[in-house]
């Protein structure tokens, strides 16, 4: 039925899942996922450990080609890209890894300006931004540093400033919060706020707190205060768009918004209200 | 059964069946031909790469100064031993005959056709593929392989390119090091030794040597060179199972590499010893 509307819609969101199945060895993990993140949208991707949150923000970056099935990602069909078609329309992806996947032989400043390199970008042009970059995560002190000579939380904050070095328009994160301890697990989650209403990114958040996704849909950043704000009314949730979607057993179990999700009965989703 | 959150985590036992000898047999060769094919196509992919932008010559500057200058004292002080166990061990035999002069014919011939790149590729087999292997293998457990294809980076032009065509070219240099440093200390332990005249042992050394014999012991330097790193980069980027993997990669590389160089030796020689005759 997602399918048929999918379908039926066109594929003008920037990413479009559609009827998409992934297995390994040990078999499929995906069996058919299909929807939409809208422009400007967060989808917050929740399910349990090896349903395959991961797997798709591979899928939508063109790291993993799907069995079978079909991944739009900015009007592109990504399932049937090439490698080395895929390399260029990766650099409007920004990607942060769960664990950071900074390149640990390199400082803060050579990971987060690698892709103004890549790019060949006036050195002088890379050094200004990617002290914006770090300003933007408050970790402008840690240029010279090696990655582990970082904390967790900071690894995964210079992740961020490298996935946003070159504005990209979809950014996609993998659990940013996991292993974190709750006061860094805010910090973060007010970096995305940050990123999603001062840049206005499409987003896709994989996560296994549901906290994180009504973080996403509860709060905003404030230009004028400086700070993220609880909204009361949800007008931020509505404007900027989260929506939640659960995966179980390779299916979408759920899809819906903050308040569906909140108000269910449905057992199984009450288990990641506990 | 009790709905709890503990129940999350819970996942059906997966049913294992045993396979037969035949499904065994046929997956494992299956497996093997799907390793000889990803490694060809990684070892083709890191030469065609060079054809096309873009280049890393700074990767491959820092990979020739970590695998060239890095290897050098290892490379000297074997090279230099080699050569003197040689005389030792040949000088023993020719003083029965009394040909103690011939002595340095046979060190520089072996030297210089066999023993320099056989053994400076199995030293650095055990350096740098080892390294290559568990560096590659800990950025792809760590996704930084994959951050590097997310950042819009071939990993096969920025990290396995530089890295064998570094070695390529920093190997014939080490083999020719380790050549002259064998000499050397051949020449003290004959002198030392055996007696002889330094002048002598050197003099025969160098006009024992022909145009073929060099051309053989630097061919075997580039296709050791190559062997080396392609294998050391393959084993690195294949890594599964974690940082246990990254040590079994390791291990493996360096077995790999070391065994490949024996027998491409085999053929090489043959080859070599076939062409100039043929030519020369």
Same mark, same amino acid.
């Given at each position: 039925?997602?399918? *048929?509307?999918?379908? &039926?819609? !066109?594929?003008?969101? #920037?990413?479009?899942?559609?009827?998409?199945?992934? /297995?390994? @060895?040990?078999?499929?993990?995906?069996?058919?996922?299909?929807?939409?993140?809208?422009?400007r949208?967060t989808?917050?991707?929740?399910?349990?450990?090896?349903?395959?949150?991961?797997? *798709?923000?591979?899928? &939508?970056? !063109?790291?993993?080609? #799907?069995?079978?099935?079909?991944?739009?990602?900015? /009007?592109? @069909?990504?399932?049937?890209?090439?490698?080395?078609?895929?390399?260029?329309?990766?650099?409007?992806?920004?990607?942060?890894?769960?664990?950071?996947?900074?390149?640990?032989?390199?400082?803060?400043?050579?990971?987060?300006?690698?892709?103004?390199?890549?790019?060949?970008?006036?050195?002088?042009?890379?050094?200004?931004?990617?002290?914006?970059?770090?300003r933007f995560v408050e970790?402008?002190?840690?240029?010279?540093?090696?990655?582990?000579?970082?904390?967790?939380?900071?690894?995964?904050?210079?992740?961020i400033?490298?996935?946003l070095?070159?504005?990209?328009?979809?950014?996609?994160?993998?659990?940013?919060?996991?292993?974190?301890?709750?006061?860094?697990?805010q910090t973060i989650i007010s970096l995305i706020l940050r990123l999603r209403d001062v840049y206005g990114v499409?987003a896709?958040?994989?996560?296994?707190?549901?906290?994180?996704?009504f973080a996403m849909a509860n709060y905003r950043f404030d230009p004028q205060a400086k700070r993220v704000v609880r909204d009361a009314a949800g007008d931020a949730a509505k404007a900027a768009g989260t929506?939640?979607?659960?995966?179980?057993?390779?299916?979408?179990?759920?899809?819906?918004?903050?308040?569906?999700?909140?108000?269910?009965?449905?057992?199984?989703?009450?288990?990641?209200?506990? | 059964?009790?709905?709890?959150?503990?129940?999350?985590?819970?996942?059906?036992?997966?049913?294992?069946?045993?396979?037969?000898?035949?499904?065994?047999?046929?997956?494992?060769?299956?497996?093997?031909?799907?390793?000889?094919?990803?490694?060809?196509?990684?070892?083709?992919?890191?030469?065609?790469?060079?054809?096309?932008?873009?280049?890393?010559?700074?990767?491959?500057?820092?990979?020739?100064?970590?695998?060239?200058?890095?290897?050098?004292?290892?490379?000297?002080?074997?090279?230099?031993?080699?050569?003197?166990?040689?005389?030792?061990?040949?000088?023993?035999?020719?003083?029965?005959?009394?040909?103690?002069?011939?002595?340095?014919?046979?060190?520089?011939?072996?030297?210089?056709?066999?023993?320099?790149?056989?053994?400076?590729?199995?030293?650095?087999?055990?350096?740098?593929?080892?390294?290559?292997?568990?560096?590659?293998?800990?950025?792809?457990?760590?996704?930084?392989?994959?951050?590097?294809?997310?950042?819009?980076?071939?990993?096969?032009?920025?990290?396995?390119?530089?890295?064998?065509?570094?070695?390529?070219?920093?190997?014939?240099?080490?083999?020719?090091?380790?050549?002259?440093?064998?000499?050397?200390?051949?020449?003290?332990?004959?002198?030392?030794?055996?007696?002889?005249?330094?002048?002598?042992?050197?003099?025969?050394?160098?006009?024992?040597?022909?145009?073929?014999?060099?051309?053989?012991?630097?061919?075997?330097?580039?296709?050791?060179?190559?062997?080396?790193?392609?294998?050391?980069?393959?084993?690195?980027?294949?890594?599964?199972?974690?940082?246990?993997?990254?040590?079994?990669?390791?291990?493996?590389?360096?077995?790999?590499?070391?065994?490949?160089?024996?027998?491409?030796?085999?053929?090489?020689?043959?080859?070599?010893?076939?062409?100039?005759?043929?030519?020369?």
């Amino acid at each position: 039925m997602i399918s *048929a509307a999918i379908s &039926a819609g !066109g594929s003008a969101a #920037p990413i479009t899942f559609l009827d998409v199945h992934v /297995g390994f @060895d040990e078999g499929e993990i995906l069996k058919g996922i299909s929807f939409q993140v809208l422009s400007r949208e967060t989808l917050v991707l929740l399910g349990e450990t090896g349903t395959g949150k991961t797997l *798709a923000l591979k899928l &939508a970056a !063109g790291l993993l080609q #799907p069995l079978n099935g079909t991944v739009n990602v900015l /009007g592109k @069909d990504v399932s049937e890209m090439r490698e080395r078609e895929l390399l260029e329309f990766r650099r409007q992806i920004g990607f942060v890894f769960q664990e950071g996947a900074l390149f640990d032989s390199m400082t803060v400043a050579d990971n987060v300006a690698y892709r103004l390199r890549e790019e060949r970008a006036d050195e002088q042009e890379i050094e200004e931004r990617v002290r914006e970059a770090l300003r933007f995560v408050e970790l402008e002190h840690t240029l010279e540093l090696f990655p582990p000579e970082l904390s967790g939380g900071m690894r995964r904050r210079v992740s961020i400033a490298r996935a946003l070095i070159n504005r990209p328009p979809i950014v996609l994160y993998d659990s940013p919060t996991a292993g974190l301890d709750p006061v860094t697990s805010q910090t973060i989650i007010s970096l995305i706020l940050r990123l999603r209403d001062v840049y206005g990114v499409t987003a896709m958040l994989a996560t296994h707190r549901l906290q994180d996704g009504f973080a996403m849909a509860n709060y905003r950043f404030d230009p004028q205060a400086k700070r993220v704000v609880r909204d009361a009314a949800g007008d931020a949730a509505k404007a900027a768009g989260t929506r939640f979607l659960v995966l179980r057993d390779g299916g979408v179990y759920f899809e819906g918004t903050p308040e569906e999700i909140a108000n269910s009965q449905d057992t199984y989703l009450r288990r990641f209200l506990v | 059964m009790a709905d709890t959150p503990l129940q999350i985590a819970g996942r059906d036992p997966k049913v294992e069946v045993p396979l037969t000898v035949r499904e065994a047999l046929s997956d494992s060769a299956k497996n093997i031909v799907a390793g000889v094919q990803s490694y060809a196509d990684l070892a083709l992919h890191s030469v065609t790469n060079l054809a096309t932008g873009p280049r890393y010559f700074q990767d491959t500057l820092a990979q020739m100064d970590n695998i060239g200058v890095g290897s050098l004292p290892i490379i000297l002080l074997s090279g230099f031993f080699i050569g003197a166990v040689m005389v030792l061990q040949t000088g023993s035999q020719f003083v029965r005959f009394g040909q103690t002069s011939l002595t340095g014919d046979v060190v520089s011939l072996a030297l210089v056709r066999e023993l320099g790149p056989a053994i400076t590729g199995l030293l650095v087999a055990g350096r740098c593929a080892s390294g290559m292997a568990s560096e590659l293998g800990s950025m792809l457990v760590t996704e930084q392989v994959d951050a590097m294809r997310a950042m819009g980076t071939d990993p096969s032009r920025k990290l396995v390119t530089p890295r064998v065509l570094a070695t390529v070219l920093t190997f014939p240099l080490l083999v020719a090091l380790s050549d002259f440093f064998g000499l050397l200390g051949g020449c003290l332990a004959s002198v030392f030794s055996l007696r002889l005249d330094a002048v002598e042992f050197w003099r025969r050394s160098v006009d024992v040597l022909e145009f073929a014999d060099l051309m053989q012991g630097f061919a075997k330097a580039l296709v050791f060179g190559f062997i080396l790193a392609t294998v050391g980069c393959y084993k690195g980027l294949t890594v599964r199972g974690g940082t246990q993997g990254v040590g079994r990669a390791t291990t493996q590389a360096v077995v790999v590499a070391s065994v490949l160089i024996i027998v491409a030796d085999t053929f090489l020689t043959k080859l070599s010893l076939y062409f100039a005759n043929k030519l020369f």
